[in-house]
T-cell receptor, first 112, second 113 residues
Framework: LAKTTQPISMDSYEGQEVNITCSHN???????ITWYQQFPSQGPRFIIQ???TKVTNEVASLFIPADRKSSTLSLPRVSLSDTAVYYC?????????????FGKGTKLSVIP | KAGVTQTPRYLIKTRGQQVTLSCSPI?????VSWYQQTPGQGLQFLFE???????NKGNFPGRFSGRQFSNSRSEMNVSTLELGDSALYLC????????????FGPGTRLTVT
């Protein structure tokens, strides 16, 4: 079963760039890496998804090295509204059956 | 397009009872996944259904079961409830199965007393 590891928490000042790294050592060969954002009392919300190298959309960038055993979510110029928990999600077929494994989440606190 | 809806939003049950939770996916989405979220264990995958068939399953006991109907709506059932089953149960729908971009519902908060 994939073990995904993320920092438990991070603090950042408004306007700074934030990078959150997730380690996933048993990612399925054909699977994507997906990041979600969750606010209290809400379901997770999709941020970005990638397979390898770099992906960028209007809210974030995702960097994935060649071995795909980790990924880094980059949030440019964070604001107070980015205070949330961020999860990486990967598929894992290491145990013989495919399972979706979330990291424990990184609680990002943006400071004014 | 309407989002993922889950009913009920809140539920209180007694130990030993059973409960059924419902999830209506986004129109056109054929995959529905269920997750359990607790402060201690975080988000844990329960199972995924696609075209009325369970495609993938997490490491939960057989007390947790589900099904999907022809209109893609899904139900999750937990029998013989335990105190440790108290959690937020989230469902997510996607166009494709096994790793597609998922859209989550607001969840059902289950409290077992």
């Amino acid at each position: 079963l994939a073990k995904t590891t993320q920092p438990i928490s991070m603090d950042s000042y408004e306007g700074q760039e934030v990078n959150i790294t997730c380690s996933h050592n048993n990612i399925a060969t054909n699977d994507y890496i997906t990041w979600y954002q969750q606010f209290p009392s809400q379901g997770p919300r999709f941020i970005i998804q990638g397979y390898k190298t770099k992906v960028t959309n209007e809210v974030a960038s995702l960097f994935i090295p060649a071995d795909r055993k980790s990924s880094t979510l980059s949030l440019p110029r964070v604001s107070l509204s980015d205070t949330a928990v961020y999860y990486c999600l990967v598929g894992d077929s290491g145990a013989g059956s495919y399972q979706l494994t979330f990291g424990k989440g990184t609680k990002l606190s943006v400071i004014p | 397009k309407a989002g993922v809806t889950q009913t009920p939003r809140y539920l209180i049950k007694t130990r030993g009872q059973q409960v059924t939770l419902s999830c209506s996916p986004i129109s056109g989405h054929r995959s529905v996944s269920w997750y359990q979220q607790t402060p201690g264990q975080g988000l844990q995958f329960l199972f995924e259904y696609f075209s009325e068939t369970q495609r993938n399953k997490g490491n939960f006991p057989g007390r947790f079961s589900g099904r999907q109907f022809s209109n893609s709506r899904s139900e999750m059932n937990v029998s013989t409830l335990e105190l440790g089953d108290s959690a937020l149960y989230l469902c997510a729908s996607s166009l494709v199965w096994q790793g597609g971009k998922q859209y989550f519902g607001p969840g059902t908060r289950l409290t077992v007393t």
